[in-house]
C-alpha cells in the first residue's frame, strides 16, 4: 500500500468511527468540512468562542433552504444560508507537557449565570481566566472529546446554539500541543434526506 493509500484508509476509518460515535450516516461526515489539524506553539491559546452560530432569527442553516447557484455554477453558496456546525468531535494527537487544556467556560452553568459572566469584561480571554472554565480537558494523546452546539425544538429539529458550548484552549506552557477537529455540519439542502441509519433497508 502507498502511503497515500495508507493516508486515505486512515481518514476513511476515522470518518466511520466519528459516524458512528455520533450515529449519524457517515455521509453526514464526509460532506462536512475536512478534518482540519492545529498546531499551537508555547503561548499558543485560542480564546473562547463558538463554533456554530445560529440563531432562529438569523440564516437558516443550509439544510433548511436552497441557494441559488453562483455564476451558473452548481456549487452550494453559504451566501444565503450558515454551515450550521452541530457537533464538534476533537482528537488530541499528543500529549502537552504543560497547559494547552481545552476549557468551556460555562458548562452545565445556568442561563442566568451565564449572561452575566458576559457583561464582563475579557470573560473569554482564557490566557487570564483558564482557570475560572466551568470544565478543562488536559490533553491526552488518544483521546476524542465531543460536544453538541445547538439546542433541538421539541420535534427533535435543531434550534438555537447552546452558549454552554462557549470553549477555548489555554495557553500552551510547555510542548506543543497536536489537535485534529471535525466540525460536523448540518448537510447542504440537496443532501438533506440522507437515509437514516436506522432504517431498516
Ligand atoms: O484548542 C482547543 O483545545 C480547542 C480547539 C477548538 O476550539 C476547535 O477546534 O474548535
Ligand atoms: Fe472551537
Not at 433548511?64 to 455554477?73: D, K
Not at 458548562?107 to 483558564?130: G, R, V, Y
Amino acid at each position: 500500500m502507498t502511503a497515500n493509500e495508507q493516508n486515505v484508509e486512515f481518514l476513511t476509518n476515522l470518518q466511520t468511527k466519528v459516524a458512528t460515535l455520533l450515529g449519524v450516516p457517515v455521509e453526514v461526515i464526509k460532506y462536512s468540512q475536512p478534518l482540519t489539524i492545529s498546531q499551537y506553539w508555547p503561548g499558543g491559546y485560542y480564546h473562547a468562542h463558538l463554533d456554530s452560530s445560529f440563531s432562529p432569527r438569523s440564516k437558516p442553516c443550509c439544510f433548511q433552504t436552497e441557494c441559488p447557484s453562483i455564476n451558473g455554477t452548481d456549487i452550494d453558496s453559504i451566501e444565503c444560508c450558515q454551515l450550521c456546525r452541530v457537533a464538534t468531535v476533537l482528537h488530541y494527537l499528543e500529549d502537552v507537557d504543560e497547559g494547552g487544556e481545552t476549557a468551556f467556560v460555562f458548562a452545565d452553568k445556568p442561563l442566568s449565570h451565564i449572561h452575566k459572566t458576559m457583561e464582563t469584561e475579557e470573560w473569554s480571554n482564557l490566557s487570564k481566566n483558564c482557570e475560572q472554565a466551568a470544565l478543562r480537558i488536559k490533553p491526552k494523546k488518544g483521546t476524542t472529546i465531543l460536544w453538541y452546539n445547538h439546542f433541538l425544538d421539541r420535534r427533535g429539529y435543531l434550534s438555537a446554539v447552546d452558549q454552554r458550548s462557549h470553549h477555548g484552549g489555554c495557553d500552551v506552557k510547555r510542548g506543543i500541543k497536536y489537535i485534529a477537529t471535525n466540525w460536523v455540519q448540518t448537510p447542504f439542502y440537496r443532501y438533506r434526506l440522507l437515509p437514516s441509519k436506522y432504517l431498516k433497508k
